[in-house]
C-alpha cells in the first residue's frame, strides 16, 4: 500500500522541486562545494581585518543594502559595483546554495563568483577589488578595536557579488548614481548533497497533504463504487 502511495506522491515531489526553482523570479544563486579547511594566517592583515559581512551555516542570512552601477554595455553585468563576502565555517565536503533576493520594484543585474583565498590572493584584479571594497568598510580611527584572534583552521572562501541597475530613466541624476538595492542574502546548506534546507519544511508538508489526499481519495472511491454496485443490485432485483 505504502509503496502505491509513493508512486503517486513522487510526481508532486517533482512538481515541488520545479516550483521551487522557477518561482523565485527575484533570485540569483550559485552552487558551490565547501573546499578543505585550511589554516587561517594571523599576520596583518587578517580576514578580520577586512571588516567584511560573514555568512556562517549558523548564521545564514544578512538582509543588506548593496551598492550598483549602470553597466557599461547593456545586460554587462560583470561590471557592476562589487560587494565582498566572507563565507566562514562551511562543513568540509558538504554542497551549498548561495542566493541573493531582491524586490522586482528595483530591477537589478547580478553576477556572482566564489573562489578559495589562494586564486583571491594571486589574482591582482581580484585582490584590488578586494582591496578596494574592504577600504570602503574599515570604522573610523577613533571607533576601531583591536581584535584578538586565535589561530584556527576552517573550510573558508571568498564571494565576490557584481551589481548592476536593470533599467532606464529619463532622470538624468539616477542614471549617474543608482540607489542601493535592499536584498537578502542567503546561504543555504544542502541535506546530504541533496536539497536545500530551505525545502524540507516545504516538501514535508506537501508529502503529508499527498498522503492524506490519497488516503481521502481511496477511501472516497470505495464508497462510490459500493454505492455503484448497490445501485446495480437493486436494478437487477426491480427487473
Not at 48 to 70: G, K
Amino acid at each position: 500500500m505504502f509503496s502505491r502511495a509513493l508512486r503517486h506522491i513522487l510526481p508532486i515531489l517533482g512538481l515541488v522541486l520545479f516550483l521551487a526553482t522557477s518561482t523565485e523570479a527575484n533570485a540569483e544563486k550559485v552552487i558551490f562545494t565547501a573546499p578543505d579547511a585550511v589554516p587561517i594566517p594571523l599576520q596583518k592583515p587578517s580576514l578580520a581585518d577586512l571588516n567584511l559581512p560573514v555568512l556562517t551555516p549558523d548564521s545564514w542570512s544578512i538582509r543588506t543594502n548593496l551598492s550598483r552601477v549602470f553597466p557599461k554595455e547593456p545586460k554587462d553585468y560583470a561590471s557592476g559595483a562589487a560587494t565582498w563576502l566572507l563565507l566562514d565555517s562551511l562543513n568540509e565536503g558538504q554542497r551549498y546554495e548561495f542566493r541573493v533576493c531582491w524586490a522586482a520594484i528595483q530591477p537589478t543585474g547580478f553576477v556572482m563568483d566564489v573562489y578559495d583565498l589562494d586564486t583571491v590572493w594571486d589574482t591582482p584584479e581580484l585582490m584590488q577589488s578586494l582591496a578596494d571594497y574592504a577600504y570602503s568598510r574599515q570604522p573610523s580611527t577613533d571607533s576601531q578595536e583591536d581584535r584578538e584572534e586565535g589561530e584556527r583552521s576552517a573550510s573558508v572562501l571568498l564571494l565576490q557579488i557584481k551589481a548592476s541597475a536593470d533599467y532606464f530613466t529619463d532622470d538624468t541624476a539616477l542614471m549617474r548614481d543608482p540607489p542601493p538595492v535592499l536584498v537578502d542574502l542567503i546561504l543555504d546548506p544542502y541535506l546530504y548533497n541533496l536539497i536545500p534546507r530551505s525545502l524540507v519544511p516545504t516538501i514535508g508538508f506537501l508529502v503529508l497533504v499527498g498522503l492524506v489526499a490519497w488516503f481521502v481519495a481511496r477511501s472516497v472511491a470505495s464508497k462510490l463504487q459500493s454505492i455503484a454496485v448497490a445501485g446495480e443490485s437493486r436494478e437487477k432485483k426491480e427487473i
